[in-house]
């Protein structure tokens, strides 16, 4: 079965840095574009970034624009999301999810999701 | 694309029906999509295509609408379905979700 297990999430001091991954498992991963979603505690969803099946197009929410950088390694089914200057307003669960099709701008799988927390 | 979801709660006796809206700021045509989220887990896919369910998706949900004015209806509650909802366009980039409506027990 399809799963999306993240790790890597934390506890970071503001302007600090931190990379969470997601591991892939029950379907090709090589032909699904995967995005990252994150929820503040308490708040909804904002879509963040989404990385295209080659790894090498990603587009980013201005938001996050020029501090996260994903990547993915589709010989190891993974995918990462680096994080830098965190700031408080970034403090949230992080999810992978993959994209129902190509082209379909929406998930039918996610992952549990990985906290971080940017904290003093 | 600015996504609303109305009302921000919306307080419903179980086996009663559950009318939940979603409005866009500019036409998405029928790109949108509605997510279930239970309490300290991930969402789960409900429809897609504003009235397409999802794979395994019980029939009391159906989704309508076409350009900004979107319906997710649930028919006959069951207790599990006393969570969150949340509307996503998938229109364009960047892709954005509406700010969700709580179902509660009335």
């Known amino acids: 079965q399809v799963q999306l297990v993240e790790s890597g999430g934390g506890v970071v001091q503001p302007g600090g840095s931190l990379r969470v991954s997601c591991a892939a498992s029950?379907?090709?991963?090589?032909?699904?574009?995967i995005h990252w979603v994150r929820q503040a505690p308490g708040k909804g969803l904002e879509w963040v970034v989404v990385?295209?099946?080659?790894?090498?197009?990603?587009f980013y929410a201005d938001s996050v624009k020029g501090r996260f950088t994903t990547s993915r390694d589709n010989s190891k089914n993974t995918l990462s999301l680096q994080i830098n200057s965190l700031t408080p307003d970034d403090t949230a669960v992080y999810y992978c999810?993959?994209?129902?099709?190509?082209?379909?701008?929406?998930?039918?799988?996610w992952g549990q999701g990985a906290l971080v927390t940017v904290s003093p | 694309i600015v996504m609303t979801q109305s009302p921000a709660t919306l307080s419903v006796s179980p086996g009663e029906s559950a009318t939940l809206s979603c409005r866009a700021s500019q036409s998405i045509r029928n790109n949108l999509a509605w997510y279930q989220q239970k309490r300290g887990q991930a969402p789960s896919l409900l429809i897609y295509g504003a009235s397409t369910r999802a794979t395994g998706i019980p029939a009391r949900f159906s989704g309508s609408g076409s350009g900004t004015e979107f319906t997710l209806t649930i028919s006959s509650l069951q207790p599990e379905d006393f969570v969150v909802y949340y509307c996503q366009q998938h229109y364009n980039w960047p892709l954005t979700f509406g700010g969700g409506t709580k179902v509660e027990i009335k």
């Open positions: 029950g379907f090709t991963f090589s032909r699904y574009s």
């Open positions: 990385i295209e099946t080659n790894g090498a197009t990603s």
């Open positions: 999810a993959k994209e129902f099709e190509n082209g379909k701008w929406f998930f039918d799988y």
